[in-house]
């Protein structure tokens, strides 16, 4: 798929409340903005853009993680906004499976479901990526996201796709649940 160009956020968060954290969140995302070849018309195989996600894939979860650094991926998300011209559906066939294996195997593994939001937006739009523990989706300390504004995207036959990555909890996250030293990692729940 031909990308136009590719957006990176970082928002490292280094106190909440007065409280001063020992490591910093750090949450991270990368964005392809890539052309939508069903732009306009219905199409009822939208199997090439699900083939096309693992490739866009790997170009935007090497750059996030690559903004991860030093720490590692604990959470993740994805997202898209689709041009005027398509359909929220197209932004749905570039987060399947095939590009949700990439972004996990990019991160050295996850269990769980990765959370995602899709929409429908022109130039400048902004969108809220969830993120949830790439392991168990119930640890509630990882419920959390990352707001990003797209300069300049999508047009209207493109579509943003976007992987997002944080490296720990929230800051002073205290709500209970099940705790991230407990996860068993079986079922990408629990």
């Known amino acids: 798929?031909?990308?136009r160009k590719i957006l990176t956020f970082v928002d490292e968060a280094r106190s909440e409340a007065g409280q001063a954290a020992n490591m910093p969140l750090r949450?991270?995302?990368a964005v392809a903005v890539v052309s939508n070849p069903f732009a306009g018309k219905f199409e009822p195989?939208?199997?090439a853009l699900v083939e096309g996600s693992a490739a866009v894939?790997?170009?935007?979860?090497?750059l996030a993680l690559d903004l991860m650094r030093p720490y590692g991926a604990e959470s993740y998300g994805k997202g898209a906004v689709v041009g005027l011209a398509g359909e929220q559906e197209h932004g749905v066939a570039m987060l399947t499976t095939v590009f949700g294996n990439v972004m996990r195997d990019a991160a050295g593994g996850g269990k769980a479901w990765i959370s995602s939001?899709?929409?429908r937006a022109g130039p400048g739009a902004t969108i809220d990526i969830p993120l949830a523990h790439k392991d168990a989706l119930y640890v509630r300390?990882?419920?959390?996201g990352i707001t990003i504004t797209l300069a300049d995207a999508p047009l209207a036959d493109e579509i943003a796709v976007i992987c997002a990555y944080a490296n720990r909890e929230r800051l002073n996250s205290r709500v209970g649940g099940l705790a991230k030293d407990t996860i068993k990692g079986i079922d990408g729940l629990t």
């Open 1 to 3: 798929m031909l990308i």
């Open 141 to 144: 300390s990882h419920y959390d």
């Open 117 to 119: 939001m899709t929409k």
């Open 57 to 62: 894939g790997r170009e935007i979860t090497a």
């Open 27 to 29: 949450k991270v995302a």
């Open 45 to 47: 195989d939208l199997s």
